[in-house]
């Protein structure tokens, strides 16, 4: 590779996981059973337990119908499967996963999205762990695959999600 091949690559690996917390992004996608078999619930319920998730859960599809309920863990799992791939194809290679797990996890996923008025915002999170030109590409691939306007249920949804997660561990969002 010559040089300049050599530094532009640099300048894209260093573009497309600008600010990104890859060990976090690791650690979710480990805790969900790995790329190519992630899974939000797996995920969620070795962080904060089955019962937990079943009541975030529920509370979702009290406040926004089951049907926005189920498709939010469809789209949650096609957001992380996709930001996995996005960075693949960027040359990002993720590291591997910290020793963190359990509520300890959630707590920093929660973290990752909590802006300075202490509210959760999902495409904060995302941009935290997978930098922002992935995190905009996962939202616009969002809409594509679920239809417009998906991204910003997605949005909605997330954040009451991750709410109800930071409240679980202790969290004041």
């Known amino acids: 590779m010559n040089i300049l091949a050599t530094l532009l690559a640099g300048v894209m690996l260093a573009s497309a996981a600008s600010g990104a917390n890859l060990s ?10 790995g790329p190519g078999s992630y899974s939000t619930v797996r995920a969620f319920d070795a ?36 930001a996995w791939q996005l960075a693949g194809k960027d040359n990002v290679s993720l590291p591997p996963p910290s020793q963190t797990g359990g509520q300890a996890l959630a707590t920093q996923l929660v973290q990752a999205g909590v802006g300075a008025g202490g509210t959760f915002d ?6 935290s762990l997978f930098g922002s030109e992935i995190a905009s590409q996962v939202m616009a691939d969002l809409n594509v695959k679920f239809g417009a306007g998906a991204s910003a249920d997605f949005a909605r949804t997330a954040d009451q999600f991750f709410h109800n997660i930071g409240q679980t ?3 004041n969002v």
């Not at 976090?24 to 059973?33: K, N, P, R, T, V």
């Not at 009290?62 to 996709?82: L, W």
Request: glycine residues 10%.
């Open 24 to 33: 976090l992004a690791s650690s979710l996608i480990a805790s969900g059973g």
């Open 47 to 82: 962080m904060i337990g089955p019962d937990a998730v079943l009541a975030s859960e529920k509370q979702i599809a009290a406040d926004y119908g089951q049907t926005s309920e189920d498709r939010f863990v469809r789209m949650f799992d096609y957001a992380i499967s996709d």
């Open 169 to 171: 561990v202790g969290m």
């Open 122 to 127: 999902a495409t904060r999170m995302f941009t």
